[in-house]
Each structure stands twice: as structure tokens, then as C-alpha cells.
């Protein structure tokens, strides 16, 4: 079983049978939440910068963990950490205010990058 680290209420109400961890925050929040998972031993399994979609594009983010702990996946680790500094580099074009259609449009989006229709 994976670990699907998300701050997407589209993600979270649609993926049965799916292990998530839903946050409520920003896609910093997610990263910083998927780089903790890392270091306590769990794989990266989804680059967190998939899709064409930027962090400062968007206000929702998922990445997919490993459940079983092993040894520190420091490829996983290298890739969360560089896309942490990209979400923070970006961080200051995030537009705040999104209409209810636009937000569900980027729920979409996100889902669909990680599992395909809803």
C-alpha cells in the first residue's frame, strides 16, 4: 500500500480504498509533510512536480509515499528537497483569491496527474 500525502478535498473524497493523509495547507505544506515521511524512511513514488502545473500555478498538490519504511531514499529525498525550493522560489506568484470553478478545475487537474478520472 502507498501513502497519498494531499491537500486536494478532491483527492480526499474520491480516492476509496486509498491511504490519505490530508493537510490542510499550501503545496509547501505538502512537500514539507512528504520530505518528513521521507526522512522517517518511506520511498518517494510520484515526482512532486509532475504534470506542466507549477506550485505557484496551483493551490493544490499530491505526492505518493511508500507505507513500508526503509532504508533513506535519497533520491526521493534530493527530488522533495529541490521541489521545496522551487515551490518557495515560486511562492510569492501564488494568486490568493480563485472563483469555486477555477479551484475545482485545479482539483481536477491534480487528481487526473495522479489517478487519471475521477
Known amino acids: ?3 497519498v500525502i494531499t491537500n486536494n478535498p478532491l483527492v480526499r473524497d474520491k480516492a476509496p480504498g486509498q491511504n490519505i493523509e490530508f ?4 503545496c509547501l ?3 514539507r509533510a512528504a520530505r518528513d515521511r521521507i526522512h ?3 520511498g ?3 515526482h512532486p512536480l509532475s504534470g506542466s502545473v507549477k506550485p505557484g500555478e496551483t493551490p493544490y498538490k499530491t505526492v505518493i509515499v511508500t507505507s513500508e519504511k ?3 531514499d535519497e533520491k526521493g529525498l534530493s527530488l522533495i528537497e529541490e521541489s521545496i525550493q522551487t515551490c518557495v522560489k515560486l511562492k ?3 494568486k490568493k483569491e480563485w472563483s469555486d470553478t477555477i479551484r475545482e478545475d485545479f482539483q481536477l487537474i491534480d487528481y487526473s496527474l495522479i489517478f487519471d478520472k475521477p
Open 1 to 3: 500500500m502507498q501513502i
Open 23 to 26: 493537510h490542510d495547507t499550501d
Open 29 to 31: 505544506g505538502v512537500f
Open 40 to 42: 522517517l524512511g518511506h
Open 44 to 46: 518517494l513514488l510520484t
Open 70 to 72: 526503509g532504508p533513506l
Open 92 to 94: 510569492a506568484s501564488i
